[in-house]
């Protein structure tokens, strides 16, 4: 990336979800502690172990740390110093749904993220997806295409 | 000079034509040390992958086995219940008819019932994860449903005559024999017909581990509807959560009602399994997009799915 990048932003994220799978861990703890049947603790440590395990990795692959905007594209920083840059060209939607603020689940529903060509998720806060909007549109002249709309008729 | 340059022509291609003889032995000795290695690395291949196996498996085969061997012993005590019956009476009471179906509805049927469920929820839930490689999980998940079913379901003669041998009936000796329905057979068969009511009608201690499992399935509906009208990114797992946790709750009411539930429990278990996963794909797919209330929604889910499994195991495990 020949740009500097404007600024890096932190990008927090899918933490409920970590910690739901550290909750579900530690339930499996607690089921093969307090189980009086042998393959039910087994049960209890193996899948408790299997959840955190593969929703950790998942998040580590799929979720950026920091995310950067430049004038080629958006930088991100994942975990373990892997980074990824998704120029403007290879941009298909930068979705930035605000959900339904005057709901608890709509505000729930208020989140962020983009889709390369090539069909991978980058998902971002509502807030970052909103600048990202504005970089894309400042540096090629329109806005990105917004998924809203095949998102809410296909699902 | 000519006759020089072919003399020392003819040396060289014998002296090459050993050359090449030599190399060939040698090339040969080689190729069959190879191939004798390989083959030995084939049969301990053969060995390992067999011991594997039969560790793995053989925990989930055992089990099966014996609610083969139930099974076959509940259906040949009713029918020839029914056949005693018939020949005595000219008909068949409804209680026989009761047992009779009862008798085909057995444990391994909610075993099979069970397994089977099991299976495909495995599938659905790794293709999902691992799209790219769906194809090979199925094939190795035929492959297991393979071993399963031949080590489980596919009873040799010997143990058929092992279970013949337990009984002191083999259906040969009956048919054989059909017309020697001797007193001595028919009490036989009436003891065994009572201890069979009196196993069925025998309180199980899991009622406990049930009425966790119904609380379970209630919250498992509850998480479902709240995938279904709150997020739309859930909605198939949501879907798929609703029609499980249906299941659960139907079941474990039915386990708790009829108080035999070790048929129930397993079934129970592999719902509470299908809903865990469910929750676990829907979970990993909500990471893509940052779908905080799809996460929760699908983290509940799978904790209650985790928690009625464990609980439906203990009861099918429990005296």
């Not at chain 2, 060939?24 to 196996?53: G, K, M, N, P």
């Not at chain 2, 278990?269 to 809903?275: C, E, Q």
């Amino acid at each position: 990336m020949s740009d500097q990048p404007l600024r890096e932003m932190r990008n927090p994220i899918n933490r409920p979800t970590v910690a739901g799978a550290f909750a579900i861990f530690l339930m499996g703890l607690l089921i093969g502690l307090l189980s009086p049947v042998l393959v039910v603790s087994v049960i209890g440590y193996s899948l408790g172990t299997l959840y955190l395990v593969v929703v950790g990795y998942a998040y580590i692959k799929s979720t950026p740390r920091t995310v950067a905007i430049g004038s080629n594209g958006v930088r991100f920083k994942y975990a373990l110093g892997r980074e990824v840059l998704l120029p403007w060209t290879e941009t298909e939607f930068v979705v930035a749904n605000p959900g339904k603020p005057s709901s608890f689940t709509g505000r729930l529903r208020r989140i962020g993220y983009l889709r390369s060509s090539r069909g991978t998720y980058f998902p971002v806060t509502y807030d970052i997806a909103l600048e990202i909007r504005e970089a894309y549109k400042n540096h090629c002249g329109i806005y990105p295409q917004d998924e809203q709309s095949k998102w809410y008729t296909t699902n | 000079m000519v006759n020089l340059a072919v003399a020392l022509g003819e040396i060289c291609l014998k002296f090459v034509k050993t050359l090449i003889q030599s190399a060939a032995s040698y090339i040969e000795a080689a190729v069959d040390a190879i191939v004798d290695a390989f083959l030995a690395f084939v049969r301990w291949a053969i060995t390992f992958i067999t011991d594997v196996v039969n560790a793995a498996f053989g925990p989930v085969i055992q089990p099966i086995k014996e609610a083969c061997v139930s099974y076959s012993q509940r259906v040949n005590t009713a029918l020839m219940i029914g056949v005693t019956e018939c020949s005595v009476t000219g008909g068949v009471s409804s209680s026989t008819l009761s047992a009779l179906s009862s008798a085909f509805f057995g444990d391994l049927y909610w075993v099979v019932l069970g397994v089977s469920v099991i299976v495909s929820l495995v599938i659905a839930a790794l293709a999902s994860l691992f799209a790219v490689f769906g194809m090979l999980i199925s094939i190795a998940m035929a492959s297991i449903v393979v071993v399963l079913a031949v080590n489980a379901i596919g009873l040799n003669q010997e143990q058929m005559n092992e279970l013949s041998d337990e009984r002191g009936e083999s259906e040969g000796r009956i048919a054989d024999d059909a017309s020697s329905s001797s007193a001595s057979l028919v009490w036989q068969l009436v003891l065994d017909a009572t201890n069979y009511e009196e196993t069925a009608q025998e309180p199980d201690m899991s009622s406990l581990y049930d009425a966790i499992s119904i609380v379970f399935g209630v919250f498992a509906i509850a998480a479902g509807l709240v995938a279904i009208v709150g997020y739309a990114d859930a909605g198939a797992f949501g879907y798929a959560s609703l029609t499980l946790g249906i299941l659960a709750c139907i079941l474990s009411f039915g386990s708790l009602a009829l108080l035999q539930s070790k048929g129930l429990a397993l079934f129970s278990a592999a719902i509470g399994f299908g809903s865990f996963f469910w929750g676990f794909c829907g979970t990993c797919m909500s990471l893509g997009k940052a779908n905080q209330g799809a996460a929760i929604t699908n983290t509940l889910g799978a904790a209650l799915g985790f928690g009625a499994a464990s609980c439906s195991v203990g009861a099918f495990l429990s005296e």
